[in-house]
T-cell receptor, first 111, second 115 residues
Framework: GEDVEQSLFLSVREGDSSVINCTYTDSSSTYLYWYKQEPGAGLQLLTY?????DMKQDQRLTVLLNKKDKHLSLRIADTQTGDSAIYFC???????????FGAGTRLAVHP | EAQVTQNPRYLITVTGKKLTVTCSQNMNHEYMSWYRQDPGLGLRQIYY???????DKGDVPEGYKVSRKEKRNFPLILESPSPNQTSLYFCASSLTSGRWTDTQYFGPGTRLTVL
């Protein structure tokens, strides 16, 4: 079945850029998503990218999609302590609104 | 305020004691879904519902039941909980099930421990 993989941990210094990577297997995925989960909270949709796009920028967030390699990345510029959270990559399966999630990348931001 | 609410937020119970986790949304969404989150596994879908009285199994439905008698509510029922159902549970909803651009809104989560 479909699978989404991401590394489990990333540690960055405050002010640096963070890059969180994700690979997926379903080549028919139309939309790919990034969700953020802060401690003790639910998931918040950060951004999404349509599969016919290569890049999407939204303030400090840049999403890059390499459809050939099925690789998705999320870049956070000028990372702040408030960006510390778990980031989930997700793809849509089939024609329904079913999300297939990666295991999540825990981002730790240190001074 | 548009939101998805879940109750309880935390629950410790014992094996075999039936429990229900409630989920309610105030956005008139058609689609609702339950996920469980386990370390290293991300979120996995348990059950989903495309509208009132329409429910279907997700990837990990064993040991769970759901019902959708009203549009706003989608309770998750554990008839006989077991320790392997210890997890963090999320309810989610979206306007429809068929449009991929419909944002899924997540509840705050219910942390369940089964002893």
């Amino acid at each position: 079945g479909e699978d989404v993989e991401q590394s489990l941990f990333l540690s960055v210094r405050e002010g640096d850029s963070s890059v969180i990577n994700c690979t997926y297997t379903d080549s028919s995925s139309t939309y790919l998503y990034w969700y953020k989960q802060e401690p003790g909270a639910g998931l918040q949709l950060l951004t999404y990218i349509f599969s016919n796009m290569d890049m999407k920028q939204d303030q400090r967030l840049t999403v890059l999609l390499n459809k050939k390699d099925k690789h998705l990345s999320l870049r956070i510029a000028d990372t702040q302590t408030g960006d510390s959270a778990i980031y989930f990559c997700a793809e849509i399966e089939g024609g329904y609104n079913k999300l297939i999630f990666g295991a999540g990348t825990r981002l730790a931001v240190h001074p | 305020e548009a939101q998805v609410t879940q109750n309880p937020r935390y629950l410790i119970t014992v094996t075999g004691k039936k429990l229900t986790v409630t989920c309610s949304q105030n956005m008139n969404h058609e689609y609702m879904s339950w996920y469980r989150q386990d370390p290293g596994l991300g979120l996995r879908q348990i059950y989903y519902s495309m509208n009132v009285e329409v429910t279907d199994k997700g990837d990990v439905p064993e040991g769970y039941k759901v019902s959708r008698k009203e549009k706003r509510n989608f309770p998750l029922i554990l008839e006989s909980p077991s320790p392997n159902q210890t997890s963090l549970y999320f309810c989610a909803s979206s306007l429809t099930s068929g449009r991929w651009t419909d944002t899924q809104y997540f509840g705050p989560g219910t942390r369940l421990t089964v002893l």
